[in-house]
């Protein structure tokens, strides 16, 4: 047994940092020990300030004091849940003073230096984080996880892989969720859906391509595959569906499909973290499934439920993905990132290795004490 590691997180009072606040609580390896949001937070007991998840503001986290985003006392590994007109210059402060940001937001994640992960996926994508070091000369270093429905689509087409996916078309019924607090009004979503998200259909097409590319020469080199995204804004509170038509260079059947996504995983040491699903992608066997309110929860809401699965006259094969927006889509998936993170670095020191190590001024702070051994 080791000590918790202290984690703080930036943008705690939004719909994604409160989320994070509850996946925290309890977690057996982090502890939530900082918590930092606007000016318009800062100084108040985080107890004191709204809290608009079922249930009560975990203990541990109500009595902490909310910081301005200032460096000072701030913990090593921070999640950043902070809107994205902040998060491009505060989280490059926070990497600059030694910080690993493991960021929900935008702004970071096409930067060619900065990992854009989903850790069943692309883990090997981390090794970026050597090259961002010796470029931009930051002690911390920034990850980042994808746009809330990239990361169901990217899922589900990495989980076909091995059939050669070359051509998607991607239709979104996204949760009013997804658009923050107090997001959009009631009298815009009730009754209705909204044909635009602003900057979500080229997120789904360019980071998706990003995801599922290879390293190469220090970089990433983006996948080939043809992606065209539209995206909707519906109401419903949680859960982002994905309506996909997928073109295959190989031609499986129906049941083959189903079983590489359902037998999808990540590496051993992926599959062994914490908030890892079992099963990354489950396929709902019932013909009007996956349902928002039936499904998001799936696994904890860290595993997509696809279903649906059939032919397509048009690029051969659709399918109707789900996921929840905060938990997979943001919250969990940067906690997922962030143990994969931890975990490297306890293999890495476990077997002296000198490869993507921490910075070394983040090692200084040390916030794995002790002699660690691979988990
Ligand atoms: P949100 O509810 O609007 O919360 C935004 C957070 O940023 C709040 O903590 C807010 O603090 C803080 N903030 C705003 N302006 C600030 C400033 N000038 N200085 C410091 N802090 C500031 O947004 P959200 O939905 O949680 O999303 C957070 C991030 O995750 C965004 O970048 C978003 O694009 C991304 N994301 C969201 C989802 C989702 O499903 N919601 C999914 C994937 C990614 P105050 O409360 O003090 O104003």
Redesign the pocket.
């Known amino acids: 047994m080791t000590s918790p590691i202290d984690v703080g997180i930036l943008?705690?009072?939004?719909?994604?940092?409160q989320q994070l606040a509850s996946l925290l609580d309890g977690h057996p390896w982090f502890r939530l020990s900082w918590v930092a949001?606007?000016?318009?937070?800062a100084g108040r007991r985080y107890g004191d300030l709204p809290w608009r998840l079922p249930g009560l503001v975990p203990a541990t986290a109500a009595r902490l004091t909310v910081s301005p985003?200032d460096p000072d006392n701030a913990p090593v590994i921070l999640f950043s849940?902070?809107?994205?007109?902040?998060?491009g210059e505060?989280e490059t402060a926070f990497a600059r003073s030694g910080r690993i940001v493991v960021s929900?937001?935008?702004n970071h994640r096409l930067d060619p230096l900065v990992p854009l992960v989903i850790p069943e996926v692309n883990a090997g994508h981390l090794s970026l984080l050597d090259a961002q070091r010796r470029e931009r000369g930051w002690s911390g270093a920034i990850v980042t996880n994808p746009?809330?429905s990239t990361v169901f689509v990217a899922m589900v087409l990495a989980a076909l892989d091995g059939f050669q996916p070359s051509r998607a078309l991607v239709t979104t019924l996204q949760a009013v969720?997804?658009?923050?607090?107090p997001g959009v009004s009631a009298l815009d979503i009730l009754g209705n859906v909204i044909p635009f998200i602003p900057g979500e259909e080229e997120k789904i097409e360019r980071e998706t391509r990003k995801i599922l590319g290879r390293l190469d020469n220090g970089g990433v080199a983006d996948a080939a595959m043809v992606l065209s995204a539209q995206t909707t804004r519906v109401a419903v509170h949680d859960g982002h569906t994905a309506l996909m038509s997928i073109a295959l260079d190989r031609t499986p059947s129906i049941e083959e499909v189903a079983d590489a996504l359902a037998r999808f995983r990540g590496d051993a040491e992926v599959s062994a973290l914490p908030s890892a699903p079992a099963a990354p992608i489950v396929v709902a066997t019932g013909h009007d499934r996956p349902q928002p309110r039936l499904d998001a929860w799936t696994s904890g809401g860290m595993a997509v439920t696809c279903g649906r699965l059939r032919r397509c006259p048009v690029l051969g094969y659709k399918l109707v993905a789900l996921g929840h927006?905060?938990i997979r889509?943001?919250a969990g998936a940067a906690l997922l990132n962030a143990e994969l993170l931890v975990s490297r670095e306890r293999r890495l020191r476990a077997t002296q290795a000198e490869a993507v190590a921490w910075p070394a001024e983040a090692r200084a702070m040390d916030p794995l004490p002790g002699t660690l051994s691979p988990v």
């Open positions: 943008g705690a009072t939004g719909v994604v940092g949001a606007s000016e318009r937070s985003l849940a902070l809107d994205a007109g902040v998060a505060a929900n937001a935008r746009n809330c969720s997804g658009a923050g607090h927006n905060t889509g943001a």
